[in-house]
């Protein structure tokens, strides 16, 4: 392959492109590495917390698992999620992972809502769990599993919340 021509580079440049910066250059230099491409692979199966990671990858140390997350999360590959005192998000919700994780916080660790009236986020309509009838049934049925484990009600729980969305697309 030839060598990139400096006239080339400096369009590049001109055109805001950084070398420095690059996310291919992130990458191989993760993949280049021995644990970050062992680590990948095991997260690529599901999700898994530190321990159960520890213990799918014997050979490597407590700090070495540490240092390398870090890095990964540092540069935007991995993500990880702390929830110490409630519980983590129940990896078997694929869709309703964080309403579950709501509803536990709230019936079971006993957490009082405040109403703030100001907006912090605006979301938009149509996301995940509402792209298809197929998604939109699959996440009922991960809501009514969440309310029915958390002790918060059952079927008429499960149509309030439903009924309640309905402004939402008018």
Known sequence: MPPVSAQKLQDWKDQGFEPGNCPVRQVLDHVSAKWPVL???ELGRKPMRFNELLRALPDIS????TQSLRNLERDGILRREVFDTWGLYDTSFRIAADYDAMLRYLARGGIRLAYVPEVFVKMRVGGESN???RKILRKSSEDYRAIRTNGVGGMETLALKN????????
Do not use: D, P
């Open 39 to 41: 680590i990948l692979l």
């Open 62 to 65: 407590k700090r070495m698992l």
């Open 163 to 170: 009924l309640s969305k309905i402004q939402q697309f008018f």
């Open 131 to 133: 792209k298809s009838i």
